[in-house]
Structure formats: structure tokens, C-alpha cells
């Protein structure tokens, strides 16, 4: 059984960064981790994921270019740089694992077997 917990998140101000990360028990050395988020009266948007090769890493149109996503296999942990926040970037940020070596549309959510709490992140203008 895999436990996903995320911690970093809080508030700042327009333009600045926080980096989250997620804490995995259990074992996710082949599956493929990812982070997705969800504003209020949206739906779960993809936003990176890194798999077990590589890694490889992808991201969601919205966030390429500021966000930057790392894994530390050695501690099981994935990562998730944020610059330059706007307030469209607002919401609850989950951490997501697949089943080992899991294959299939890796920015789906449905690929995801394990989820965390979430974390919230609030950007004021």
C-alpha cells in the first residue's frame, strides 16, 4: 500500500515561488508520479508527472515554463518548483502515484491508483 502525503503549500504573493513536495511510503520506484490540482468549480486539472525512467517528465500547457518537477529516488519523494505564481494558480495541489509500470495516458488522472490529502496553494494579486 502506497501513502502519498504533500506539505509546502501556503500563501504568497503574485510573481513569487513555493516548492512542494510529496512524501511517499510504501514502494514507487516503477510508477509513475504525478501533480494535479483543483481550483474551485473546476475540474481536476493535469499539471506535471514524472515517471520511473529517466525520468521523463511532462507538464500542463499552463504551467510550462514556471513549474518544474523532480524526483529524489532515494527518498522516495517527488518534488514541485513553482515560479512565478498568478492567482490563476490557486488551488488544492494533489500528489498522485500509478500502480508499478502502469501504462497509458500519463496526464489522465485516471491513470493514477494512489492519491495524497492535497495541499492548498494561494496566490494573491
Known amino acids: 500500500q502506497v501513502q502519498l502525503v504533500e506539505s509546502g503549500g501556503g500563501l504568497v504573493q503574485a510573481g513569487g515561488s513555493l516548492r512542494l513536495s510529496c512524501a511517499a511510503s510504501?514502494?514507487?520506484?516503477?510508477?509513475?508520479m504525478g501533480w494535479f490540482r483543483q481550483a474551485p468549480g473546476k475540474e481536476r486539472e493535469f499539471v506535471a508527472f514524472?515517471?520511473?525512467?529517466?525520468?521523463?517528465?511532462s507538464y500542463g500547457d499552463s504551467v510550462k515554463g514556471r513549474f518544474t518537477t523532480s524526483r529524489d529516488f532515494s527518498k522516495n519523494t517527488l518534488l514541485l518548483q513553482m515560479n512565478n505564481l498568478g492567482p490563476d494558480d490557486t488551488a488544492i495541489y494533489y500528489c498522485?502515484?500509478?500502480?508499478?509500470?502502469?501504462?497509458?495516458?500519463?496526464?489522465?488522472?485516471?491513470?493514477?491508483?494512489?492519491w495524497g490529502q492535497g495541499t492548498q496553494v494561494t496566490v494573491s494579486s
Open positions: 514524472a515517471n520511473w525512467a529517466g525520468p521523463i517528465v
Open positions: 510504501g514502494d514507487v520506484s516503477k510508477s509513475v
Open positions: 498522485a502515484a500509478s500502480r508499478p509500470q502502469a501504462t497509458g495516458v500519463l496526464s489522465s488522472n485516471e491513470l493514477y491508483h494512489y
